[in-house]
């Protein structure tokens, strides 16, 4: 399994399309969303004092409003409205398409070893008993130690070919981080995430407004460093809480 993670690892390396150029204006849009999407997600305890909060705030909109940051802001007036009216097609786009196809691979090259693996254990291993840990567990366990194997009376510490696979595929995310650094393919926590199909991330961002509602943002807004002071001297006795 080790020798499987590190191979998927390079395939996806070998598979992965070099990144094409990007047009600054759309370049300089996506980067005007992320900021505005991270001042919304921090509007509830913001490091920003509120003066500060509220020109970024300000300028965000404004720019979003007259289309200053957004990809097509050097568009005619006719060519704005010809779009408005005939929205483009995101299965037509071959940026969108070209992340679809990225996706499938990643998601083939996640899906055939583990069908391999997993048609290997049930064809040579089908009922085995690998290992017997060394301390003891509750019957809560058994259900995932001894999967494949319905035997009641057995001891929960067994564990059957099929429960050791799965606790390998969870567990070695740990010695893949270390071998092959923290971005790699083989962690199994990006499979989970990758489960769901690459069409909906793709279309759902696509379909996205282009910009987020500041505004009700910053009626949420609280400076993170509100009232510091009395939360300091609550926290180490020094006055009574204030309830």
Avoid at 227 to 234: F, G, P, T
Wanted: one cysteine or more; a neutral charge.
């Amino acid at each position: 399994m080790i020798l499987v993670g590190i191979l998927r690892h390079y395939v996806t390396l070998l598979l992965n399309s070099p990144p094409k150029k990007q047009l600054l204006l759309a370049i300089r849009e996506q980067r005007a969303i992320s900021r505005s999407q991270i001042l919304r997600a921090t509007s509830t305890s913001s490091p920003l004092p509120p003066h500060l909060y509220r020109t970024i705030s300000s300028h965000l909109y404004t720019a979003f409003t007259e289309g200053t940051y957004l990809k097509d802001s050097e568009l005619s007036e006719e060519e704005k409205k010809e779009k408005e009216e005939n929205p483009p097609n995101p299965l037509t786009d071959p940026g969108t398409m070209d992340g679809m196809v990225e996706g499938l691979k990643k998601q083939m090259v996640m899906m055939v070893p583990q069908m391999l693996i997993m048609g290997w254990i049930n064809f040579f291993f089908q009922g085995f008993v690998l290992i017997k840990l060394p301390f003891p567990l509750t019957l809560g366990f058994k259900s995932m130690m001894q999967r494949g194997i319905e035997t009641p009376d057995m001891d929960v510490r067994w564990v059957s070919s099929l429960s050791w696979y799965f606790l390998n595929f969870f567990g070695l995310n740990g010695l893949f981080r270390l071998l092959l650094g923290s971005e790699n393919a083989a962690d199994s926590t990006s499979d989970m995430a990758a489960q769901a199909s690459p069409f909906g991330s793709v279309l759902s961002g696509a379909n996205a407004p282009p910009a987020d509602n500041l505004q009700f943002a910053e009626g949420q807004y609280k400076w993170v460093c509100d009232d510091v002071e009395i939360r300091v001297l609550e926290q180490w006795g020094k006055i009574p809480a204030i309830r």
